[in-house]
């Protein structure tokens, strides 16, 4: 399996699209890994996750062929998570010529589902249900309820577990995990060969009802999952999708992140499992 972090920011980027704070100003300063843009992965070259306002650029700078992807995953409705103006550019005999993919589809709550409109033909739209699971192709999809949009009731967020030759928890925009989570990992004895976690406060502190974490949120999830059996010191463990309120300077992320045992993610950052 292979992961692509295109990009790594939360919803205003690091750094942040009209901020001038001394984080922001040092971020466009160092350059590098320490410019963020909005979250989005791809797994192997057909299932993406998320669809920001960035992924145009995305697509560029890391030379997907966008007409290549099969399925797209998508967290939540916020739209730094998920953009919709650009599903029309897959439309067929106007905006897109000779896709290798014919139907893209679309995976998500009914929700999150219902806020897109004017799809093209071209794709198709998948509900998916909290604890179900679906194939696709080669992939086993489990959606699991996120902590986070607690201030809308008909929201429906999801964290992911994906499995393929190897099995990924995609876990960002979500605050600590709900106890049915945690359950629903031990009873099916979810082996996770990698684990990337919500971030975005670094050492800001966090409740965990709030929707997002940081590094002792963190903390008491790996610990959970250790004691559950669901990762050991061999499962790749990142952290993702900072806020530029945390200071979220790459070196100085890599250096927290040590004493958790994880690494920090960047915009290109590609992991082979």
Known sequence: ???????????????????N??????????????????SQTLINDDLLIDFSADSYMHFLNNGIEGDKIKYLLVTHAHPDHLYSGDFLMRRSGCYSHNLRVPTLRIISSKSTLQKLSAIPDNIELT????????????????ALPARHMLESADSCPF?????????LLYAHDTGYFYEDVFDYIEKNRIKLDMLTLDCTNVDIPISDDRGHMGFPNIERVLDRLCKIGAI????VKYVNHFSHNANPIHHILEKRAETYGCSVSYDGCRVEL
């Open 1 to 19: 399996m292979k992961i692509t972090y295109l990009g790594t920011a939360a919803a205003e980027g690091f750094p942040g699209i009209f901020c």
């Open 232 to 235: 050991t010191d061999s499962t």
């Open 21 to 38: 704070c001394e984080y922001c100003n040092e971020a466009r300063r160092l350059g590098g890994k320490n410019i963020r843009t909005r």
């Open 127 to 142: 509900p998916i249900s909290a604890y179900e699971t679906i194939e696709l192709d080669s992939y086993k999809i489990t």
């Open 159 to 167: 964290i992911y577990i994906i499995q393929g030759d190897k099995t």
